[in-house]
């Protein structure tokens, strides 16, 4: 997979950013980079006590070591020079996205360090997510996203998603509503 994404690398802006696969010597700077993007986005009231644990229990190191790991699961990583800015994870089985008519790839998580995001990052950490799962024959890829965050929104509806349904993500107690977007891939 290091070949393949090999053609992603490409100025950005005024830093060069190279695209790779994840393995699991990343898992550290992975969760610590999770950590950050999570908590930034969640936390813009300040961190709850169910808030800390949920981010130091679902972004852990070792939680991301084992999902490195997995045979079905991809991560595309997004560096400058040794530094971490940003990340895609997905799974490349066919699932049923939580509404909607929609069966494809899930994009499980795009992260992109607050310094670095709007600069272009996310567009081509989602077109790698996207090549990815074409190539292993899968029709679309989809994801949730928190309704909360309009910037995402945004992002995915610009990228070319739509909307098709809600759903929610909770823990502790607290339920969040999340939309469930899609978009359908052409393959290779």
Known sequence: MLMRLAFLTQPLTSISITLRAGTPDDATTISALAIQVFLDTYATEGVRPDLAREALREYATEAFDLRLREPQRRFVLAERDT??????????????????????????RLYVQPAAQGMGLGR???GAAQALAAEAGLDALWLTAWDGNQRALAFY???GYADIGD?????????????????????P
């Open 83 to 108: 530094g971490l800015l940003g990340f895609a994870e997905l799974t490349l089985t066919d699932q049923a996205a939580p509404a909607g008519q929609c069966t494809g790839a899930e994009l499980v």
């Open 124 to 126: 081509r950490l989602i």
């Open 167 to 187: 759903t929610t993500y909770s823990f502790e107690g607290n339920t969040y509503g999340n939309r469930v977007l899609a978009r359908e891939l052409k393959r």
């Open 157 to 159: 509806a610009r990228e």
